[in-house]
Protein backbone atom coordinates (compact mmCIF):
# COMPACT_ATOMS: atom_id res chain seq x y z
CA UNK A 1 0.00 0.00 0.00
CA UNK A 2 1.43 3.00 -1.24
CA UNK A 3 0.41 6.47 1.50
CA UNK A 4 1.66 10.18 0.39
CA UNK A 5 2.01 12.05 3.25
CA UNK A 6 1.89 15.82 3.62
CA UNK A 7 1.12 18.76 5.84
CA UNK A 8 1.31 22.98 5.92
CA UNK A 9 0.52 23.79 3.32
CA UNK A 10 -0.17 27.28 4.38
CA UNK A 11 -2.57 28.05 1.90
CA UNK A 12 -3.23 31.65 1.40
CA UNK A 13 0.46 32.53 3.45
CA UNK A 14 1.82 35.65 2.39
CA UNK A 15 5.80 36.61 2.72
CA UNK A 16 6.59 40.18 3.80
CA UNK A 17 3.38 40.91 2.33
CA UNK A 18 3.63 38.95 -0.89
CA UNK A 19 0.59 36.57 -1.16
CA UNK A 20 1.88 33.52 -2.38
CA UNK A 21 -1.38 32.10 -3.50
CA UNK A 22 -1.11 32.55 -6.81
CA UNK A 23 2.32 30.83 -6.80
CA UNK A 24 1.03 28.05 -4.31
CA UNK A 25 -1.66 27.51 -7.70
CA UNK A 26 0.38 27.04 -9.81
CA UNK A 27 2.26 24.47 -7.46
CA UNK A 28 -0.66 22.62 -6.48
CA UNK A 29 -2.24 22.32 -9.87
CA UNK A 30 0.64 21.89 -12.03
CA UNK A 31 3.32 20.08 -9.74
CA UNK A 32 1.88 18.73 -7.04
CA UNK A 33 -1.49 17.01 -8.03
CA UNK A 34 0.27 15.68 -11.20
CA UNK A 35 3.22 14.49 -9.10
CA UNK A 36 0.29 12.82 -6.74
CA UNK A 37 -1.32 11.57 -9.81
CA UNK A 38 1.69 9.35 -11.49
CA UNK A 39 2.11 8.29 -8.45
CA UNK A 40 -0.99 6.77 -7.74
CA UNK A 41 -1.14 6.31 -3.95
CA UNK A 42 -3.95 4.60 -2.22
CA UNK A 43 -4.18 7.56 0.19
CA UNK A 44 -3.12 11.06 0.61
CA UNK A 45 -2.85 12.16 4.13
CA UNK A 46 -2.34 15.72 4.21
CA UNK A 47 -1.48 16.44 8.23
CA UNK A 48 -2.56 19.87 9.24
CA UNK A 49 -2.17 23.78 8.56
CA UNK A 50 -4.10 23.52 5.11
CA UNK A 51 -4.83 26.81 5.30
CA UNK A 52 -2.89 29.66 6.41
CA UNK A 53 -5.56 31.81 8.51
CA UNK A 54 -8.50 30.76 10.78
CA UNK A 55 -10.31 33.48 8.75
CA UNK A 56 -9.49 32.62 4.94
CA UNK A 57 -9.67 35.37 2.18
CA UNK A 58 -12.08 34.64 -0.77
CA UNK A 59 -7.96 34.04 -3.26
CA UNK A 60 -7.37 31.62 -0.35
CA UNK A 61 -10.67 29.74 -0.45
CA UNK A 62 -10.80 29.80 -4.12
CA UNK A 63 -7.93 27.95 -4.30
CA UNK A 64 -8.48 25.62 -1.98
CA UNK A 65 -11.67 25.12 -3.90
CA UNK A 66 -9.34 24.38 -7.31
CA UNK A 67 -7.78 21.85 -5.11
CA UNK A 68 -10.13 20.06 -3.36
CA UNK A 69 -11.60 19.58 -7.43
CA UNK A 70 -8.68 17.96 -8.72
CA UNK A 71 -8.23 15.86 -5.75
CA UNK A 72 -12.10 14.63 -6.13
CA UNK A 73 -11.75 13.72 -9.58
CA UNK A 74 -8.32 11.98 -9.01
CA UNK A 75 -10.15 9.65 -7.32
CA UNK A 76 -7.55 9.16 -4.84
CA UNK A 77 -8.72 8.88 -1.24
CA UNK A 78 -7.59 12.07 1.06
CA UNK A 79 -7.79 12.79 4.39
CA UNK A 80 -7.31 16.20 5.63
CA UNK A 81 -7.13 17.00 9.72
CA UNK A 82 -6.78 20.32 11.03
CA UNK A 83 -3.65 22.17 12.27
CA UNK A 84 -3.44 25.11 14.60
CA UNK A 85 -3.80 27.36 11.97
CA UNK A 86 -7.29 25.89 10.22
CA UNK A 87 -10.69 26.36 11.83
CA UNK A 88 -14.22 25.31 11.44
CA UNK A 89 -13.69 27.35 8.50
CA UNK A 90 -11.65 24.84 6.76
CA UNK A 91 -13.77 22.22 7.59
CA UNK A 92 -17.04 23.78 6.66
CA UNK A 93 -18.29 21.83 3.44
CA UNK A 94 -17.16 18.31 5.36
CA UNK A 95 -20.05 16.39 4.91
CA UNK A 96 -20.38 17.19 1.07
CA UNK A 97 -16.29 16.71 0.32
CA UNK A 98 -16.72 13.37 1.81
CA UNK A 99 -19.28 12.65 -0.78
CA UNK A 100 -15.79 13.26 -2.93
CA UNK A 101 -13.95 10.55 -1.34
CA UNK A 102 -12.51 13.97 0.84
CA UNK A 103 -12.31 13.52 4.50
CA UNK A 104 -11.94 16.99 6.16
CA UNK A 105 -11.57 15.73 9.71
CA UNK A 106 -12.46 18.44 12.59
CA UNK A 107 -13.43 15.61 15.62
CA UNK A 108 -12.44 12.87 17.32
CA UNK A 109 -14.94 10.23 15.29
CA UNK A 110 -11.44 8.48 13.63
CA UNK A 111 -9.94 8.93 16.94
CA UNK A 112 -12.29 6.71 18.76
CA UNK A 113 -13.24 4.40 16.24
CA UNK A 114 -9.84 3.91 13.62
CA UNK A 115 -10.80 3.72 10.45
CA UNK A 116 -8.99 0.45 9.41
CA UNK A 117 -7.61 0.47 5.86
CA UNK A 118 -6.58 -2.81 4.12
CA UNK A 119 -5.47 -4.15 0.61
CA UNK A 120 -5.40 -7.19 -1.42
CA UNK A 121 -1.85 -7.90 -0.51
CA UNK A 122 -3.02 -8.67 3.24
CA UNK A 123 -2.04 -4.88 4.49
CA UNK A 124 -4.23 -3.65 7.13
CA UNK A 125 -4.06 -0.47 8.96
CA UNK A 126 -5.44 1.26 11.76
CA UNK A 127 -5.56 4.93 11.07
CA UNK A 128 -6.54 7.15 14.22
CA UNK A 129 -7.17 10.86 13.70
CA UNK A 130 -6.34 13.61 15.99
CA UNK A 131 -6.92 16.94 14.94
CA UNK A 132 -5.17 20.24 16.72
CA UNK A 133 -8.25 20.50 19.10
CA UNK A 134 -7.62 23.37 22.37
CA UNK A 135 -6.97 22.43 25.70
CA UNK A 136 -10.55 23.36 26.08
CA UNK A 137 -12.06 21.17 22.85
CA UNK A 138 -10.14 18.08 24.56
CA UNK A 139 -11.52 19.15 28.06
CA UNK A 140 -15.37 19.10 26.73
CA UNK A 141 -14.61 15.85 24.91
CA UNK A 142 -13.58 13.91 28.07
CA UNK A 143 -16.34 15.78 30.16
CA UNK A 144 -18.75 14.67 27.68
CA UNK A 145 -17.35 10.78 27.81
CA UNK A 146 -17.49 10.72 31.71
CA UNK A 147 -13.62 10.86 32.37
CA UNK A 148 -12.92 12.41 35.60
CA UNK A 149 -10.73 15.26 35.54
CA UNK A 150 -10.36 16.93 39.29
CA UNK A 151 -6.58 17.29 39.66
CA UNK A 152 -5.87 17.38 36.01
CA UNK A 153 -4.00 20.60 35.30
CA UNK A 154 -6.69 21.27 32.11
CA UNK A 155 -4.16 23.96 30.62
CA UNK A 156 -1.27 20.69 30.38
CA UNK A 157 -2.54 19.82 27.16
CA UNK A 158 -0.68 16.46 27.31
CA UNK A 159 -2.81 15.48 30.16
CA UNK A 160 -5.49 15.52 28.61
CA UNK A 161 -4.11 13.59 25.99
CA UNK A 162 -2.56 11.04 28.00
CA UNK A 163 -6.48 10.90 29.24
CA UNK A 164 -7.61 10.80 25.62
CA UNK A 165 -5.39 7.93 24.80
CA UNK A 166 -6.60 5.91 27.80
CA UNK A 167 -9.85 5.66 26.40
CA UNK A 168 -9.00 3.86 23.16
CA UNK A 169 -8.34 0.54 22.70
CA UNK A 170 -5.21 0.75 20.42
CA UNK A 171 -5.54 -2.04 17.58
CA UNK A 172 -2.44 -3.05 15.77
CA UNK A 173 -0.99 -1.68 13.69
CA UNK A 174 -1.88 1.34 14.81
CA UNK A 175 -1.01 4.75 12.94
CA UNK A 176 -1.49 8.16 14.51
CA UNK A 177 -2.18 11.19 12.49
CA UNK A 178 -1.82 14.64 14.34
CA UNK A 179 -0.32 17.75 14.38
CA UNK A 180 1.99 19.05 17.27
CA UNK A 181 5.26 19.45 17.85
CA UNK A 182 7.79 15.85 19.79
CA UNK A 183 10.37 17.09 21.74
CA UNK A 184 13.58 16.52 20.07
CA UNK A 185 12.66 17.67 16.26
CA UNK A 186 13.62 20.83 15.03
CA UNK A 187 11.81 23.78 14.64
CA UNK A 188 12.66 25.66 11.69
CA UNK A 189 11.13 29.36 12.75
CA UNK A 190 8.25 28.78 10.36
CA UNK A 191 6.01 27.53 13.14
CA UNK A 192 3.84 29.71 14.62
CA UNK A 193 1.89 29.63 17.59
CA UNK A 194 -1.74 30.85 17.74
CA UNK A 195 -4.80 29.83 18.96
CA UNK A 196 -3.74 29.06 22.16
CA UNK A 197 -0.43 27.08 20.40
CA UNK A 198 1.74 26.71 23.12
CA UNK A 199 4.88 25.56 24.01
CA UNK A 200 2.73 22.84 25.63
CA UNK A 201 2.07 21.61 22.29
CA UNK A 202 5.47 20.28 22.11
CA UNK A 203 5.25 16.54 23.21
CA UNK A 204 6.81 13.92 24.89
CA UNK A 205 7.37 10.80 22.20
CA UNK A 206 6.78 8.06 25.50
CA UNK A 207 2.80 9.72 25.57
CA UNK A 208 2.09 8.22 21.92
CA UNK A 209 4.06 4.65 23.02
CA UNK A 210 0.95 2.46 21.91
CA UNK A 211 0.85 3.69 18.82
CA UNK A 212 3.41 1.96 15.67
CA UNK A 213 3.63 5.13 13.82
CA UNK A 214 3.13 8.79 13.62
CA UNK A 215 2.39 10.42 10.60
CA UNK A 216 2.97 14.31 11.55
CA UNK A 217 2.58 18.29 10.96
CA UNK A 218 3.09 21.40 12.31
CA UNK A 219 7.49 21.24 11.88
CA UNK A 220 7.94 22.65 8.48
CA UNK A 221 10.91 20.48 7.69
CA UNK A 222 11.29 17.38 6.49
CA UNK A 223 12.52 14.74 9.49
CA UNK A 224 11.93 11.17 10.13
CA UNK A 225 12.78 9.19 13.39
CA UNK A 226 13.20 5.47 13.71
CA UNK A 227 11.80 4.63 10.78
CA UNK A 228 8.57 5.39 13.39
CA UNK A 229 8.10 9.25 13.28
CA UNK A 230 7.82 11.15 10.24
CA UNK A 231 7.30 14.62 9.36
CA UNK A 232 6.74 15.07 5.81
CA UNK A 233 7.12 18.90 6.42
CA UNK A 234 5.52 22.11 4.61
CA UNK A 235 5.98 21.13 0.64
CA UNK A 236 7.06 24.78 -0.08
CA UNK A 237 9.69 26.92 1.59
CA UNK A 238 7.99 29.91 3.71
CA UNK A 239 10.41 31.95 5.05
CA UNK A 240 14.11 33.47 4.26
CA UNK A 241 15.94 31.17 7.06
CA UNK A 242 15.19 28.00 5.47
CA UNK A 243 16.47 28.49 1.61
CA UNK A 244 18.22 25.14 1.55
CA UNK A 245 15.72 22.45 2.62
CA UNK A 246 14.70 19.85 0.72
CA UNK A 247 10.62 20.02 0.49
CA UNK A 248 7.94 17.98 -0.77
CA UNK A 249 5.93 14.83 -0.05
CA UNK A 250 6.86 11.82 1.68
CA UNK A 251 5.65 8.71 -0.17
CA UNK A 252 5.63 5.67 2.67
CA UNK A 253 5.25 2.15 1.35
CA UNK A 254 3.78 -0.40 3.65
CA UNK A 255 3.71 -3.94 3.80
CA UNK A 256 1.69 -5.97 6.09
CA UNK A 257 2.32 -4.31 9.62
CA UNK A 258 5.43 -2.51 8.21
CA UNK A 259 6.60 0.47 6.21
CA UNK A 260 9.18 -0.76 3.77
CA UNK A 261 10.33 1.71 2.15
CA UNK A 262 9.52 6.01 2.52
CA UNK A 263 10.90 8.87 0.40
CA UNK A 264 11.17 12.59 -0.06
CA UNK A 265 9.20 13.27 -3.76
CA UNK A 266 11.39 16.55 -3.89
CA UNK A 267 8.93 19.26 -5.87
CA UNK A 268 9.67 22.16 -7.47
CA UNK A 269 8.73 25.65 -5.99
CA UNK A 270 7.30 28.11 -8.38
CA UNK A 271 9.62 30.81 -6.70
CA UNK A 272 13.26 30.83 -5.76
CA UNK A 273 14.05 32.29 -2.27
CA UNK A 274 17.14 34.07 -2.10
CA UNK A 275 19.41 35.73 1.01
CA UNK A 276 21.87 38.84 -0.47
CA UNK A 277 24.58 40.33 1.91
CA UNK A 278 26.77 42.61 0.33
CA UNK A 279 27.54 46.35 -0.59
CA UNK A 280 24.81 48.47 -2.41
CA UNK A 281 27.19 48.76 -5.17
CA UNK A 282 28.37 45.11 -5.49
CA UNK A 283 24.22 44.00 -5.29
CA UNK A 284 23.45 46.23 -8.32
CA UNK A 285 26.29 44.66 -10.31
CA UNK A 286 24.85 41.26 -10.29
CA UNK A 287 22.35 39.50 -12.87
CA UNK A 288 18.49 40.31 -12.36
CA UNK A 289 16.21 37.68 -10.48
CA UNK A 290 12.72 37.26 -10.47
CA UNK A 291 13.49 35.64 -6.90
CA UNK A 292 12.12 36.51 -3.75
CA UNK A 293 14.92 38.57 -1.99
CA UNK A 294 16.21 39.52 1.05
CA UNK A 295 18.80 41.94 1.03
CA UNK A 296 21.35 42.78 3.89
CA UNK A 297 23.40 45.76 3.09
CA UNK A 298 26.92 45.74 4.71
CA UNK A 299 27.49 49.78 3.70
CA UNK A 300 28.57 51.09 7.07
CA UNK A 301 26.44 54.30 6.37
CA UNK A 302 22.79 54.17 4.72
CA UNK A 303 22.11 54.24 0.96
CA UNK A 304 19.97 56.89 0.23
CA UNK A 305 16.25 55.42 -1.24
CA UNK A 306 18.13 52.21 -1.27
CA UNK A 307 15.05 50.25 -1.53
CA UNK A 308 13.30 51.72 -4.29
CA UNK A 309 16.50 51.56 -5.80
CA UNK A 310 17.52 48.11 -5.41
CA UNK A 311 13.46 47.37 -6.15
CA UNK A 312 13.73 48.47 -9.85
CA UNK A 313 16.23 46.10 -10.95
CA UNK A 314 15.16 43.18 -8.57
CA UNK A 315 11.11 43.39 -8.71
CA UNK A 316 11.06 41.02 -5.83
CA UNK A 317 12.68 42.49 -3.43
CA UNK A 318 10.65 41.91 0.24
CA UNK A 319 13.31 42.53 2.62
CA UNK A 320 15.96 44.72 3.27
CA UNK A 321 18.36 45.17 6.34
CA UNK A 322 21.66 46.91 7.54
CA UNK A 323 24.11 44.14 8.60
CA UNK A 324 24.26 45.65 12.22
CA UNK A 325 28.12 45.64 13.15
CA UNK A 326 28.51 46.38 16.82
CA UNK A 327 31.60 47.53 18.89
CA UNK A 328 33.17 45.54 21.75
CA UNK A 329 31.32 48.06 24.24
CA UNK A 330 27.87 47.19 22.38
CA UNK A 331 29.08 43.44 22.33
CA UNK A 332 29.24 43.45 26.08
CA UNK A 333 26.29 45.45 26.75
CA UNK A 334 24.18 42.57 25.05
CA UNK A 335 25.53 40.41 27.87
CA UNK A 336 24.58 42.20 30.87
CA UNK A 337 23.87 40.88 34.37
CA UNK A 338 20.69 42.09 36.23
CA UNK A 339 22.84 42.50 38.87
CA UNK A 340 24.92 44.71 36.88
CA UNK A 341 22.40 47.58 36.48
CA UNK A 342 22.39 50.75 38.83
CA UNK A 343 18.68 50.89 40.59
CA UNK A 344 19.50 54.67 41.24
CA UNK A 345 19.15 54.82 37.52
CA UNK A 346 15.21 55.17 38.08
CA UNK A 347 15.21 57.72 40.45
CA UNK A 348 17.74 59.84 37.31
CA UNK A 349 16.15 62.54 35.32
CA UNK A 350 16.56 61.78 31.74
CA UNK A 351 18.85 64.14 29.71
CA UNK A 352 17.41 64.51 26.62
CA UNK A 353 20.86 65.30 24.84
CA UNK A 354 22.47 62.84 26.96
CA UNK A 355 20.48 60.61 25.74
CA UNK A 356 20.41 61.40 21.80
CA UNK A 357 24.04 61.36 21.83
CA UNK A 358 24.11 57.50 23.25
CA UNK A 359 21.46 56.84 20.73
CA UNK A 360 23.21 58.61 17.86
CA UNK A 361 26.81 56.68 18.78
CA UNK A 362 24.94 53.37 19.17
CA UNK A 363 23.51 53.97 15.46
CA UNK A 364 26.23 55.44 14.14
CA UNK A 365 29.39 54.33 16.06
CA UNK A 366 30.40 58.05 15.99
CA UNK A 367 29.85 61.04 18.33
CA UNK A 368 27.58 63.49 17.26
CA UNK A 369 29.09 66.34 15.52
CA UNK A 370 28.51 69.84 16.37
CA UNK A 371 25.89 71.15 14.08
CA UNK A 372 23.81 68.11 14.55
CA UNK A 373 23.73 68.84 18.13
CA UNK A 374 22.84 71.93 17.33
CA UNK A 375 20.01 70.94 15.29
CA UNK A 376 18.68 68.97 18.29
CA UNK A 377 18.99 71.26 20.79
CA UNK A 378 17.30 74.06 18.34
CA UNK A 379 14.41 71.12 17.83
CA UNK A 380 14.06 70.25 21.64
CA UNK A 381 13.78 73.60 22.70
CA UNK A 382 10.89 73.90 20.18
CA UNK A 383 9.60 70.95 21.23
CA UNK A 384 9.28 72.48 24.99
CA UNK A 385 8.28 76.07 23.64
CA UNK A 386 5.06 74.16 22.03
CA UNK A 387 3.98 72.72 24.87
CA UNK A 388 3.32 76.01 26.60
MN1 LIG B 1 2.33 24.88 9.98
Known amino acids: MKILLTSDWHLGKALYHQKLHNYQEKF ?8 MRDIKPDLLIVAGDILDRPIPDKDTLLLFEEILKELASSK ?24 GGLFVI ?29 PYELEEILRERGVELDGVPKVFTRDLLKHLINEIEIKRPAFLIGHFAISGFIFCGE ?20 FDFLFLGHLHRYQVRNNRI ?11 DNVKDRRGALLLEIYGAQIIHYKLIELTSPYEIMVIEDT ?18 TDNKPIYEAFQRL ?78
Open 280 to 297: FSNILKLPKTEAFLKIIL
Open 76 to 99: IKTFFILGNHDSRRTSLHKYFLEL
Open 230 to 240: FYPGAPLIYSF
Open 106 to 134: DDLRFFFNPLTISDEEGSKLNLYFLPYLS
Open 311 to 388: KEKFPNLLYLDYKKVLNEEQKSNLFLDYDDFNLDLIELKIDELELFKEFYKYVTNTDPEERIIRVFKEYLESFYNSRH
Open 28 to 35: FLQEFIPA
Open 191 to 210: ELFIRGFNQDYLLDEDLFEG
